[in-house]
């Protein structure tokens, strides 16, 4: 059984277009992060969110507790956003279910 | 500003040989973490701190021990290496347990 699932697991856009990588977690939760991790394998945390939306740059991530999801999006997308986009949740003890990943492939 | 820092970068061992992947941190936070992360997987928690002096268990902590004998440092042992230990392997720190996590770069390790 898998705490968290993201959809979907490889996605590939054209430059320019608005992407959106979901994430469905099964745990009640007191705050969702989306890490990002670049081709060279480092992992950055993008955003902790624990209800609406946050914004930063281009990136947009939303969250519904009662629907337990939630979604990031990518708008006007690059081909430097190519990545691995990862959901993350903490559980009541002190870890995290990570979801396995949505590879994002920006075309030129 | 280092943030975490991992070495080394890259390791190939034989089967049954021992070593210590290092994880040092500059921010002064409390919480740090290994992590595994093989394909197809989500990361996996090996061991977890949560201060000096104080470990704990992750998802898949056998084959591996930790210490914590300072707030920067938390190095991961492999007693002795399998193949199955073969993965990439993250560390990572935050203020507190569910904060944002700070990654150190990775180490590549394979098992001969």
């Known amino acids: 059984k898998n705490e968290v699932e993201q959809s979907p697991q490889n996605l590939t856009a054209q430059e320019g277009e608005f992407i959106t990588i979901n994430c469905s977690y099964s745990v009640g939760i007191s705050a969702l992060h989306w890490l990002q991790q670049h081709p060279g394998g480092g992992i950055v945390s993008l955003f902790m969110?624990?209800?609406g939306k946050k914004k930063h740059g281009r990136l947009i991530a939303t969250i519904n507790i009662q629907e337990k999801h939630s979604s990031l999006h990518i708008t006007a997308s690059h081909p430097r956003d190519s990545a691995v986009y990862i959901c993350?949740?903490?559980?009541?003890?002190?870890?995290?279910?990570f979801g396995t990943g949505t590879s994002l492939t920006v075309i030129p | 500003n280092a943030g975490v820092t991992q070495t080394p970068k890259f390791q190939v061992l034989k089967t049954g040989q021992s070593m210590t992947l290092q994880c040092a941190q500059d921010m002064n936070h409390e919480y740090m973490s290994w992590y595994r992360q093989d394909p197809g997987m989500g990361l996996r928690l090996i061991h977890y701190?949560?201060?000096?002096?104080?470990?704990d268990q992750g998802e898949v902590p056998n084959g591996y021990n930790v210490s914590r004998s300072t707030t920067e440092d938390f190095p991961l042992r492999l007693l002795s290496a399998a193949p199955s230990q073969t993965s990439v392997y993250f560390c990572?720190?935050?203020?507190?347990?569910?904060?944002?996590?700070?990654f150190g770069d990775g180490t590549r390790l394979s098992i001969l």
């Open positions: 969110l624990s209800s």
């Open positions: 993350a949740v903490p559980n009541t003890g002190n870890q995290f279910y």
């Open positions: 701190s949560v201060g000096a002096g104080i470990t």
């Open positions: 990572a720190s935050s203020w507190g347990r569910r904060e944002p996590q700070h």
